[in-house]
Structure formats: C-alpha cells, structure tokens
C-alpha cells in the first residue's frame, strides 16, 4: 500500500516557478460591502432610497461616473488618450509622463481610456408574478470602460491608477519596488 501523496511531490517535475526580479505589487481597492448580491440590492434600497432594485441604477452611477472623469480631465487640461487595440500603454503614455515631470510638480499626467474585460455586476430579470420587476444580480465578465490615470510624483516617480467604470467601482495601483520601499520610509518618517 502507498503512503499519501502531499502537492509538492505531485508537482515535482511537473510544474516551475522562476521569479528574477519582483519589480511590482498591486494595490486593490474594492467595496467590500458589495462583493455579494445581497450587498448590492440593499445598497440600492436603503442606501441609495430606491425602491427596486434595478441594473438601471448601475448604468445611472456609471454614466455620471464616467462624465465627472472626462470633466476633471477637460477642465484641467489633462491629456485625454484613447487607447487602440495592441497599444502597449506605458509607450503612449510616456510623453505625457515626461512632460509632467518637466514641469517640477506632481500630477496627474495624463488619462488613458479603454475597452477591458471586467468582472462586474450584471443583472437578469426574474420571471415571477409579482406586479414589480424583480432582479437577479450575478458577477460576470463584461467589457467595459477602464480609465488609468498616469501620474508623475516628485518623490516616487511615474505611477499609473486604474479604475473601472462600471459598478461597483475597482481600483489598482500597482507600485514597484522602489516605490514601496519609498512609502515605507515616508510613514516610518510620518510617524
């Protein structure tokens, strides 16, 4: 009879793992009260006072999300660039980021727009026989409009900030290590 088999000796020969540099970690930012469906429906009842919750709601944040974006952009001459298909990001950003950085301040250097895969909220009518539409909600992967926001800061250099704009809102900012290594001695410094 054979002994039991742990992962490590499954795997042996099977798989690698070879990591040179780490030279990022990302940064999530997520609503934590709304990471089920429950979360969601009462978000839209008891917080936003709405008496059914709808996926109309979801477009409504979403649209005034996306307006306030484009009017901080315009309104404070930021460069808005859409993003093509197979563009590589930091490429057509980067003459934004050095223009930021010749100006001696921090700031947002320009904002980047694109089509990505998401996973989000989507709804789905129920079929009941109840007079008021009732919902479904369910997390799926849809395309949707993704905004990074590169930015130049004196301390720590070019960063970028991705948000999507779809509800509930996600965020990441990936930092690399001298970055984190620079925030860490910022608060060690703060404290």
């Given at each position: ?43 839209m ?32 001459g ?62 799926a ?5 993704c ?11 070019p ?30 410094a703060?404290?």
């Amino acid at each position: 009879m054979s002994g039991v088999v742990t992962v490590p000796e499954l795997l042996d020969g099977h798989t690698v793992l070879d990591i040179e540099c780490l030279d990022r970690v990302y940064l999530n930012a997520y609503v934590p009260v709304l990471q089920s469906s429950g979360q969601v429906v009462a978000f839209m009842t008891q917080h936003l006072g709405k008496p059914i919750p709808s996926p109309a709601l979801m477009e409504h944040i979403g649209t005034r999300f996306r307006k306030a974006v484009e009017s901080y952009a315009f309104s404070n001459g930021i460069p808005w660039v859409r993003f093509g298909k197979g563009d590589r990001k930091i490429d057509v950003m980067q003459p934004h980021i050095a223009a930021q950085a010749a100006t001696g301040r921090s700031g947002v250097a320009a904002v980047g727009v694109s089509q990505e895969f998401q996973r989000v909220w989507s709804a789905y009518q129920r079929d009941t026989k109840a007079a008021a539409p009732q919902y479904t909600f369910t997390k799926a992967d849809r395309r949707v409009t993704c905004y990074y926001f590169y930015l130049w800061d004196e301390d720590f250099g070019p960063a970028f900030i991705k948000v999507c704009a779809y509800f509930p809102v996600r965020h990441e900012a990936p930092c690399n290590r001298v970055e984190v290594k620079d925030l860490h001695r910022h608060a060690v410094a703060a404290a």
